[in-house]
């Protein structure tokens, strides 16, 4: 199997469960909804960046949650 049929094999595994697809359809809402305009917040990126066993998790877990803030990978 060529590189660009795995790729696409595992785009198609990735969409097929529910549980991503209300994901994805969540961070596309939460940008467009930014790029709108309706969040304007003073700090729109935030970095976290923390040491094991922190909380670090925890904390982007819940920021992920606000309105307009998606995680991003790095």
């Known amino acids: 199997m060529s590189r660009m049929g795995a790729k696409l ?3 198609v595994k990735v969409i097929k469960k529910p549980r991503n697809m209300r994901e994805i359809g969540h961070y596309l809402k939460n940008d467009f909804d930014t790029f709108r305009g309706m969040y304007t917040y003073k700090h729109p990126i935030i ?3 923390g040491l094991p066993k922190s909380g670090t998790t925890w904390l982007r877990t819940m920021l ?3 309105p307009g803030y998606n995680i991003r990978p790095v």
């Open 9 to 11: 094999n595992l785009v």
């Open 47 to 49: 970095f976290i960046a």
């Open 64 to 66: 992920a949650n606000l």
